[in-house]
C-alpha cells in the first residue's frame, strides 16, 4: 500500500498563510503530475492547483494569485503555499501523485493523500 504524507493543515484567521506538503515514497520513482485538491461539505471534490515535472502549473480561478503550489522532485514531495486565506477555502485538502511504481513500471498509477483539514475562520 502506497501512502502519500501530507501535513500542515490547520486553523488560521482570515488573511493568514498556511503551507501544504505532501511526500510520495521513494517507491513511486517517475512522477509526471503533482497536485491539490480540495473538498467542503456536500460538495464535490475540486482541483485547487496541479504541477507537472516541468514545472508548468494550473490553478482553480478561485487561489489564483494566492496560492503557489511548487515541488521538490528529488524529495517527490509537493507544496501549496496558501496565502490571503479566506473562510470559503475552509476544506479537506487532498494531494494528488500520478506516477509509476518501481515494480509496475509499465503502469501509471494514482495515488491520494489522506487528507488535512484547512479551517479559516473570520
Known amino acids: 500500500q502506497v501512502q502519500l504524507v501530507e501535513s500542515g493543515g490547520g486553523l488560521v484567521q482570515a488573511g493568514g498563510s498556511l503551507r501544504l506538503s505532501c511526500a510520495a515514497p521513494?517507491?513511486?520513482?517517475?512522477?509526471?503530475?503533482m497536485g491539490w485538491y480540495r473538498q467542503s461539505p456536500g460538495k464535490q471534490r475540486e482541483l485547487v492547483a496541479e504541477v507537472t515535472r516541468g514545472g508548468t502549473t494550473n490553478y482553480a480561478g478561485s487561489v489564483k494569485g494566492r496560492f503557489t503550489i511548487s515541488r521538490d522532485n528529488a524529495k517527490n514531495t509537493v507544496y501549496l503555499q496558501m496565502n490571503s486565506l479566506k473562510p470559503e477555502d475552509t476544506a479537506v485538502y487532498y494531494c494528488k501523485v500520478d506516477g509509476v511504481r518501481a515494480d509496475r513500471p509499465m503502469s501509471v498509477d494514482r495515488y491520494w493523500g489522506q487528507g488535512t483539514q484547512v479551517t479559516v475562520f473570520s
Open positions: 521513494g517507491i513511486i520513482v517517475s512522477i509526471n503530475v
